[in-house]
């Protein structure tokens, strides 16, 4: 755990010098737009502690899979998000001496601040290079989000101490690796770089999957506040384009650099065009200049906060924890392309491949549907339907017929490309997770117009999957599902898993609930999708049925416990508390066989259930499991602790509810697991928003309508929290002992609090 983040409301800041923990803030101080991202790396020289990393959302590398042993149905590849074009760089020399931070003889005054408000990142800081001379670097930067295909910075350096020739060199360079490279190979070839002028252009193409990108930069330069013409000289290598200009510096005056630098790929744009597209979007952009990019970049972020913000009074570090996870999610997805996810680690580092997981349907879907518009939530919805096909045929490789839909555990384009036997193969819980988004989505939206356009087809697939994966015990009289891992990791090839069973019947049901809802609704639809899919209605819906009331549900009846799988009782119960400190993370300390074989839990699993599906359950159900698994769950997903905070706030657990909130909270801020330099976690960032809103707050959506039953936590004064619900935009605030919330349009709103029915009239506030 580290602690030098400085707690402020609004800004992630490092004040002061950490070269130790550069990777860290690298990660921390991440920017993106939804198409673009980059890590808080620095634009001059820097030999230090680093790790570059710049990403073009959509745009990866199959890299082929490396095992031991290769099994018949492995996928061929782990994709992974490319580290692209660094676009950022600005060298620098004074006389013949490069400016670089971890060659420096001393740094202070050293700044580096995330402005979560505006989405820009400022640096600060004094130099003293070797030779004794002295200079203040400036710079500010942002991805745009007003053209989400673009970033640009502004960066100053003055002489303190000195009059001397300084060498400017801005560049591209796309002549760059992803650390986690399987084989060591660089993923880009080279295809075209030209620099003249003030400009430079790199296309590269992906080796295997032949993306191309071009990037392209311009930059204008100022001397203390004034436009200046320089005499470049272009320097253009295989990948890199760059200008390079001297001029003669004097003590206390100020040169400013303004770089704008455009991403295109061509997923967006012909390749033939590529080149032209980048010069052209490149004019646009430097036409705009800075100050207005600027002023567009704070307005669009006002305009997100203003739907997704939480305000909490009286803990500055929960402020912090809580905006600088909704900062994350919102510049990670912007929902404007359906072909686009959120990777478990967004724009921040290449660990999880940038690919999609079930992360984005059981933990982030619920954050979009309430603070941005459907469509947002839509999309993700969308990615999976546009994968039905893959789904499909990714079942078929592992011997499903008729349509049955296996979705991946990972992926990119469709394809699984997990290359790990137990996940890829067992972890099909993920089907189920895909299934119950969709449903999340019409119970919060009314929306049932995309079960007919799309979701029935995926809700099918995924039912037919279950209905051939179970098979008939004569011993126990049910259907079982053998060979599985649930969402805890720390298990491998159960049988009966409680989660995957209880989930898979739900799908049917599901499945069979949406066959209703098509045929009294919209009966051409039904026709017209049960003809594509060639439903054998009385077969299937007959089977459907009798596998979902015949799931083997493995229940201990003298302790009344929901098992999390068969037997998990014979293993020797020991609880976290009983665990030497020394010994955890497990997953660190302990060999792979004594996990398995231990009573420990990764994270969620039988919770999860609970969590799905919560009205299923009574309330004593809900404590006696709560209190058994939370004994025995080590949180060693980052994804855990949410569903835990959920649930002990249900049961009125305040204390552990808010415990497990910090956990979650200030994961990455506090680097509390110790891993937040390969990148944040941001898909449980989600989980974080979810702690207060389902947590805190108690919201439910149960038909169609909003239940709340808002709890202030006694380390705050007050908080806060927006969400919109059927086009309304309503912001709660939770003071000690009263709620407030403020319906900000012309439509009456119904909800119901502490299970008390409220109207909110057009534009006022109900307090309670
Ligand atoms: C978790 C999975 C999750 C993945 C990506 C793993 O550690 O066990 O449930 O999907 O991380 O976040």
């Known amino acids: 755990m580290k602690n030098y983040i400085k707690h402020d409301p609004w800004s992630v800041i490092e004040e002061g010098w950490h070269p130790e923990e550069n990777k860290i803030t690298e990660s921390l101080m991440s920017l993106g737009n939804g198409r673009m991202g980059q890590r808080g790396n620095f634009e001059e020289q820097f030999s230090g502690n680093t790790l570059l990393g710049n990403y073009v959302a959509g745009v990866y590398y199959p890299d082929k899979t490396r095992v031991g042993w290769w099994k018949n149905g492995y996928p061929e590849y782990f994709a992974k998000v490319l580290n692209a074009c660094h676009w950022i760089g600005i060298h620098i020399k004074i006389g013949e001496e490069e400016v670089d931070l971890n060659q420096a003889k001393s740094i202070t005054e050293f700044r580096r601040v995330l402005n979560m408000q505006d989405g820009t990142l400022f640096r600060t800081c004094h130099v003293t290079l070797k030779s004794g001379k002295q200079l203040k670097l400036e710079s500010l930067r942002f991805c745009s989000m007003a053209d989400d295909e673009s970033g640009a910075i502004k960066y100053s350096i003055t002489p303190l101490n000195f009059d001397e020739i300084i060498r400017f060199t801005v560049f591209i360079d796309a002549d760059v690796k992803n650390e986690d490279s399987n084989y060591d190979e660089k993923f880009w070839d080279g295809i075209h770089q030209e620099a003249q002028g003030n400009s430079g252009f790199v296309t590269v193409s992906t080796k295997k999957t032949e993306f191309q990108v071009c990037t392209g930069f311009d930059f204008v330069f100022h001397q203390n506040g004034e436009e200046t013409k320089v005499e470049v000289e272009p320097v253009v290598k295989e ?102 996810n959120i990777g478990p680690k967004g724009f921040t580092g290449e660990k999880y491949g940038g690919s999609t997981y079930w992360d984005t349907e059981a933990y982030c879907i619920p ?330 707050a108690g919201m439910r959506i149960v038909n169609g309508k909003m239940h709340f039953s808002p709890h202030l936590p006694s380390q705050w004064q007050q908080y806060s929290f927006k969400i919109t619900f059927h086009d309304t935009l309503l912001t709660f605030t939770i003071h000690s002992g009263k709620t407030e919330i403020h319906n900000q349009s012309e439509k009456v709103i119904r909800l119901c609090i502490n299970q008390m029915d409220y109207e909110i009239q057009a534009n006022s506030t109900l307090l309670v």
Not at 242 to 268: H, I, P, Q
Not at 381 to 386: E, P, V
Not at 426 to 453: C, K
Not at 638 to 644: D, K, T, W
């Open 239 to 340: 990948k890199y384009a760059g200008l390079l200009f001297n001029f003669d510096a004097k003590r206390n005056n100020t040169y400013t650099l303004y770089k704008y630098a455009v991403n295109l790929s061509s997923l967006n744009y012909k390749k033939e065009n590529l080149l032209n597209e980048t010069k052209k979007y490149l004019k646009t952009i430097s036409g705009k200049g800075f100050s207005l990019m600027l002023r567009e970049q704070q307005q669009l972020w006002a305009q997100k906060w203003s739907t997704s913000d939480i305000t909490i009074e009286g803990d500055i570090s929960a402020q912090q924890g809580i905006r600088f996870n909704i900062f994350q999610l919102n510049q990670t997805y912007t929902g404007k392309d359906a072909r686009l």
């Open 367 to 696: 954050f979009y549907l309430a603070t941005a518009p459907q469509k947002v939530a839509r999309q993700l919805l969308y990615y999976r339907y546009n994968q039905l096909d893959k789904a499909i045929e990714n079942a078929q490789k592992l011997g499903f017929i008729k349509g049955a839909a296996l979705y991946p555990m990972v992926t990119m384009n469709g394809e699984e490309c997990h290359n790990e036997w137990e996940i890829t193969f067992e972890e099909i819980h993920r089907n189920g997770a895909i299934a119950y988004a969709i449903y999340n989505y019409t119970q919060y939206t009314s929306d049932y117009s995309y079960l007919a356009e799309a979701g029935a087809e995926v809700v099918f697939g995924i039912a037919r999957f279950w209905a051939q994966r179970v098979n008939w015990s004569n011993e126990k009289n049910k259907y079982v599902m053998l060979g599985v891992t649930g969402p805890n990791e720390y298990e491998n090839n159960v049988n009966n898993n409680w989660y995957t069973n209880y989930l898979a019947a739900w799908c049917l049901n599901f499945g069979l609930e949406v066959i209703q809802y098509l045929k009294n609704n919209t009966p051409e639809d039904y026709l017209r999708i049960s003809k594509k899919i060639k439903l054998e209605e009385i077969s299937e819906t007959e089977q459907w049925q009798h596998i979902a009331s015949n799931m083997y549900l493995p229940f201990d009846a003298h302790s009344e416990l929901i098992l999390q799988q068969e037997g998990y009782l014979d293993k020797e119960q020991i609880l976290v508390k009983d665990l030497p400190e020394s010994q955890r993370p497990l997953n660190q300390k302990w060999s792979w066989d004594r996990i398995l074989r231990s009573c420990f839990i990764k994270q969620a699993d039988v919770l999860q259930g609970i969590y799905f599906f919560e009205e299923d359950f009574d309330l004593d159900t809900i404590e006696r499991n709560f209190r058994f698994y939370e004994e025995r769950t080590v949180h060693e997903s980052s994804l855990s602790p949410c569903v835990h905070s959920i649930l002990a706030a249900k049961i009125g657990d305040f204390n552990k509810a808010y415990e497990m909130y910090l956990r979650t909270s200030r994961l990455d801020l506090d680097d509390y697991n110790n891993d937040t330099e390969d990148g944040c976690h941001i898909t449980s960032m989600a989980g974080t928003w979810l702690s207060i809103v389902q947590g805190f």
